[in-house]
């Protein structure tokens, strides 16, 4: 099999380097994630620009959606990242746990928005109709339908890097659920 290193900002092209040095100027490292997408010259700019996008949700509501998303696909380096994200954003481990269960039981609008992320990603988009009009009933929008499934994508996107490509992760390991309920 293949084996994908983690380029260095010395391998990428002009343009990466440029968003490397940002990068490292606001996060202080450049994640080997989206060093990963820098293989490429154009992945990593349209895929940041396209995560950074303007959208409905807020900050927390986004790493609700990118922790049922990345535990429905199995990915151990997004669990890993938006754990931290998530913590950052001030929710506590156990909260993290649920939310990669897609579910939400400290918050019943976080609870619809876990639910619907969950089942759009196990269904590939075929959403049940009760768990729709849960998330519209718990106060979001038609737009935030749209916002949702725009970050179902873009999260899967970078699930699917990961999971071929199997650069190691440098965050703090995400735990196993079936270890955190034991």
């Not at 990466?16 to 940002?22: E, G, R, V």
């Not at 994640?31 to 820098?38: K, Q, S």
């Not at 490429?40 to 995560?51: C, G, V």
């Not at 669990?79 to 039981?105: C, D, P, V, Y």
Request: net charge negative.
């Amino acid at each position: 099999m293949s084996t994908f290193n983690v380029p260095t900002r010395e391998e990428v092209s002009a343009n990466n380097q440029a968003i490397f040095d940002n990068l490292n100027k606001g996060l202080g490292f450049v994640p080997n994630l989206f060093a990963t997408y820098a293989h490429s010259d154009t992945a990593l700019e349209n895929y940041l620009n396209f995560s950074n996008a303007k959208t409905s949700l807020s900050a927390k509501e986004k790493e609700v959606v990118n922790l049922a998303v990345s535990q429905v696909n199995n990915c151990l380096y997004c669990l890993s990242a938006h754990t931290a994200i998530g913590k950052m954003n001030g929710f506590s481990e156990e909260q993290i746990l649920e939310l990669r269960q897609g579910k939400a039981s400290f918050d019943t609008k976080l609870d619809a928005l876990a639910k619907f992320s969950r089942n759009i990603t196990e269904n590939r988009g075929a959403t049940d109709t009760e768990v729709l009009e849960n998330f519209l009933n718990a106060g979001y929008s038609k737009g935030s339908v749209i916002d949702v499934i725009s970050l179902v994508g873009d999260k899967t996107i970078s699930n699917y890097l990961h999971k071929t490509t199997q650069v190691p992760v440098d965050f703090p390991e995400a735990q196993p659920l079936e270890a955190a309920n034991a």
